[in-house]
């Protein structure tokens, strides 16, 4: 009995088939959504959509865009389906990807229209509010990834959180510092990382 041995070429073809079918499926999955989405755009052609800005400062002059929601829904109708047709089209060849860059903020405004269902949706608190609470997902994202990169499981991320609020909220009220209790954050948070990482490499506690 004669073991199978694959060619190089034979390898390639399998990857092509097999990106050849993921295209397809998002092609599919992204025709079906500007489907979905002309059909929202008929039950909401008459609602209309507000969006604001401030322009100079917080609370001061605001620079409004005005439509509909049907025409947001339609925008991410074409927007959606003509990506899902391009995918089939050109299958693996299409760069998906940079589509998104698109698709996604055109869908989220027709949702953000449509659950405002007419009310003045500002922009600027929304997207202020959305950095603002960016910042500590992405501060422990950045420990999760360079945790991983150094051979550590680390899924304690949140408890360093709240641990280091905790001691930062001790220390600063004991002192009256700020800076103190920034500092007690870091070294609670740095003990409790010391602690995963003696229990992970000593005693291969997953």
């Not at 693996?92 to 869908?107: E, G």
């Amino acid at each position: 009995m004669t073991a199978a041995v694959l060619t190089p070429g034979a390898e390639m073809g399998t990857a092509a088939r097999k990106a050849l079918r993921a295209a397809r499926i998002r092609g599919v999955i992204m025709a079906a959504l500007g489907i979905v989405a002309f059909a929202a755009a008929r039950d909401s052609s008459s609602t209309p959509a507000t969006f604001a800005f401030w322009v100079d400062k917080q609370g001061g002059q605001l620079a409004s865009l005005s439509t509909s929601v049907g025409a947001l829904w339609v925008l991410a109708g074409i927007v959606v389906g003509g990506s899902g047709i391009a995918q089939l089209v050109r299958g693996a060849d299409f760069p998906w990807r940079r589509t998104l860059l698109i698709v996604i903020p055109v869908w989220i405004a027709a949702i953000l229209g449509a659950l405002l269902a007419g009310k003045t949706a500002n922009l600027t608190g929304v997207i202020a509010g959305s950095l603002e609470l960016a910042v500590p997902i992405s501060l422990g994202a950045f420990a999760g990834i360079l945790s991983e990169r150094s051979g550590m499981l680390n899924i304690a991320i949140e408890g360093k959180f709240l641990v280091g609020a905790c001691a930062a909220s001790i220390a600063a009220s004991v002192t009256h510092s700020v800076l103190i209790g920034a500092l007690a954050a870091m070294i609670a948070g740095m003990l409790v990382g010391l602690l995963l990482a003696w229990l992970g490499i000593l005693y291969k506690v997953a």
